[in-house]
């Protein structure tokens, strides 16, 4: 794993801004990543189940297997026309990515791992074949009507919340903030924002053309980039999350530990099993910094969660003795 360097002028950090609305193809691209993955999956758990059957009842495990998980490949290059840019609904997006240019369409597609010769599909798709473009966009769409559309209001509302509480910080701390936790291992320290765990090791100088930031309900964890540089400069990262704490562990659990350690105390550990930093554990739970720091100490002394520095961030983890206790 590498890290991601994103250098910032001044001019840059200026021209820094955030989308207006959740981008639909940046959705299906981060939620067919997480059907490949069990990573997060406890942030996802009704949506993970809810969406297979109705996959499975639309008749779509094959479309998936054909056409959309070869093109979105996990922690691996996936091409950058499957998400546009800076669009402003789902029929804008599917229409811009069908009229990609053809050699632009077959140099990225060649970049997928393994691509050559392994998948038909993908082939045909290098090949500036008409009907595999439109199968594309058929496929795209029809995924989305049945996996995320269903989820929009939410979607949109967990967005709405993100740019509202990045706003406020731009506010009151200036734009520079915008940069601050996007994710547990991202570190900023001005000129440069690093996102570590990266699949590989890349500087990517904005100079000077700034950087839209894009708010996703589905990215989990781990902010993404395009990979072309010569592109409109976008980071797509995890939006907060307003999770209720039923979403990790059972109900009947959460009942019985509760009056062991406290029902703030048990939204905080919670909150931490996906691992998450203090400010994310403040939002998350509805409590200041300063408490959810409070709190994270008195599980980290009892063992139940493990904390480590980046820089100015403290991520913090749910330990197998804390996890075992949220699932009994």
């Known amino acids: 794993m590498g890290t991601l360097s ?11 801004r955030l989308a207006r609305r959740p981008d639909p193809l940046w959705e299906i691209v981060c939620s067919l990543h997480r059907l490949q993955t069990k990573r997060g999956y406890a942030a996802y758990e009704g949506w993970h189940k809810q969406a297979r059957l109705d996959l499975g009842r639309a008749g779509m495990n094959d479309l998936l297997r054909s056409t959309l998980l070869p093109i979105s490949p996990l922690g691996r290059y996936f091409p950058d026309f499957l998400t546009p840019g800076d669009i402003t609904g789902l029929d804008q997006g599917i229409d811009a990515v069908q009229h990609t240019e053809a050699a632009r369409v077959k140099e990225e597609i060649n970049l997928i791992p393994d691509a050559a010769g392994a998948d038909v599909f993908l082939e045909d798709l290098a090949a500036g074949r008409t009907q595999a473009m439109h199968s594309l966009g058929d496929g795209l769409r029809k995924y989305f ?13 967990v967005i709405a919340d993100d740019r509202a509480l990045r706003g406020t910080m731009m506010l009151d701390n200036g734009a520079g903030h915008l940069l601050d936790d996007l994710g547990p291992r991202c570190e900023w320290k001005a000129p440069v924002l690093s996102i570590h765990g990266y699949p590989m090791d890349r500087h990517m100088h904005l100079g000077g053309r700034g950087l839209l930031l894009v708010p996703s309900y589905f990215c989990w964890q781990d902010p993404i980039a395009l990979a072309n540089p010569e592109l409109p400069p976008m980071l797509v990262y995890p939006a907060y999350r307003q999770r209720p704490a039923a979403a990790v562990g059972t109900p009947d659990g959460g009942r019985r530990l509760g009056p062991l350690i406290g029902g703030t105390r048990l939204s905080v550990l919670r909150a931490v099993a996906d691992s998450a930093t203090t400010g994310e554990i403040a939002r998350r739970v509805g409590i200041s910094p300063a408490t959810a720091s409070h709190h994270a100490t008195v599980l980290r002394e009892a063992g139940l969660i493990t904390s ?10 749910v330990t197998g003795i804390g996890r075992a206790l949220l699932e009994t």
Do not use: K
């Open 6 to 16: 994103i250098h910032f002028t001044a001019e840059d950090v200026a021209r820094t």
């Open 308 to 317: 480590q520095r980046h820089a100015n961030l403290v991520l913090h983890q």
């Open 145 to 157: 009507e049945v996996a995320v559309a269903p989820y929009w209001t939410e979607i949109s509302g």
